[in-house]
């Protein structure tokens, strides 16, 4: 039986289980999670190490295991395996992201549970897809140095990781579309199947542009900040007092427009600038006079004609500044959470909308164990899976 509220969310009725830690398993079982979907997530006795990470690792736990209930359960005993199957025969889908061979050791890996749970879909999260390398271990800097991101993102000879798990999280994504794809074939034939989505294959999904540039040319690209631009103001300028800015002007049009925000009729007057191919040409020359010109203007009052003038430009936000970022306050993009310990946090939502809502917290964030008595009071006993 499931002690679960409705929703009115798209996977309301879909039970998952989640035997997961840190960012990319998690990350695939909050977002089924937020669409409606109960999560039951599976921690070990004293909970997900997750939970208590320093450093950069602080907001993990808080930031990928919103609306799920926790249950404690010790899967490395034969009990734990036991009960573990028998909830997992009430589930739709699994969610697993340990390394290589464990579940599989457990006797909890999709061959070992297809044939007593034939609709169940079985996802996995890992390194690298099958072929030479999936017996490896992979972090996410692992990838992003094997899969061209740090080449492309840093300075020629100073590889540079992304400044945030891009691919952990991504990787979660692209398991929770798995889902969806497999929750929607299930209907049709009635069976379940095995997903896996991987960290290397996933970074070198977001270097596909680059790849494809080199097939095209026969050069290899260059990290960003050696790129050559196609636009001769895309660029991060200082204004007053050390603010900064970026600023592009994509095309003439936008050009001419920069031009008279500034009120710098001698730009336009220039015969050398008049096309965007001219402007490229002598972009670092360029550069320079509109960094000249821009260093004496101030940024909250330049933003506010750019804006006006329909000029693309950005501030460079710290994440501590986003938590009271206006637009995402107004937009609905950050919602408080209460804490395990009673306290509150806002956490970032789903960056979407489904017919005008934005699924939001519908729970505090579990205690270590908090529902393991509802979960497993609730279950059947029967055999485990033969």
């Not at 003439?252 to 427009?257: I, N, P, R, Y």
Request: charged fraction near 20%; include cysteine; aromatic fraction near 6%.
């Amino acid at each position: 039986m499931k002690n679960t509220p409705a929703t009115g969310l798209p996977l309301e009725g879909v039970r998952v289980i989640e035997f997961t830690h840190m960012v990319m398993g998690p990350a695939c079982g909050m977002i089924l999670a937020d669409l409606g979907a109960e999560v039951i997530k599976i921690e070990p006795p004293g909970g997900d190490k997750t939970r208590s990470l320093p450093g950069l690792g602080i907001g993990f736990f808080r930031s990928f295991n919103r609306n799920k209930k926790s249950v404690v359960l010790d899967i490395t005993t034969e009990e734990g395996q036991q009960t573990a199957r028998a909830l997992i025969a009430q589930c739709d889908v699994l969610l697993e992201n340990f390394r290589p061979g464990l579940m599989a050791r457990l006797g909890l890996d999709y061959d070992s549970l297809k044939a007593a749970n034939p609709r169940l879909i079985y996802v996995s999260h890992k390194g690298f897809l099958p072929g030479p390398y999936e017996k490896r271990l992979a972090l996410d800097e692992v990838v992003q140095m094997m899969g061209g991101l740090s080449y492309m993102t840093g300075p020629e000879g100073r590889p540079l990781r992304a400044g945030t798990s891009v691919n952990d999280i991504m990787g979660g994504m692209f398991g929770a579309i798995g889902v969806l794809a497999a929750l929607r074939e299930r209907d049709k034939t009635g069976a379940g199947q095995e997903i896996q989505s991987a960290l290397f294959e996933n970074c070198v999904f977001l270097s596909a542009q680059h790849m494809q540039q080199f097939q095209m040319t026969g050069e290899p690209p260059p990290p960003m900040p050696s790129r050559v631009s196609a636009w001769s103001v895309y660029d991060v300028f200082t204004l007053a007092e050390g603010e900064q800015l970026f600023i592009g002007a994509v095309n003439d049009k936008q050009w001419l427009t920069l031009c008279r925000v500034l009120d710098c009729p001698e730009l336009v007057a220039d015969p050398g600038l008049q096309t965007n191919a001219q402007r490229v040409a002598v972009r670092p020359e360029l550069l320079a006079r509109l960094g000249e010109i821009l260093r004496h203007r101030e940024a909250g009052e330049l933003s506010l004609k750019l804006e006006a003038a329909g000029i693309p430009y950005a501030p460079i936000m710290r994440p501590d500044q986003l938590v009271n970022d206006p637009h995402l306050k107004a937009s609905g993009g950050l919602a408080p959470m209460q804490l395990e310990d009673g306290g509150m946090t806002d956490v970032v939502l789903l960056p979407l909308t489904l017919g005008g809502r934005r699924p939001g917290v519908r729970q505090p964030l579990a205690r270590v164990g908090e529902h393991t008595e509802e979960v497993l009071g609730a279950l059947q006993q029967h055999a485990p899976a033969q």
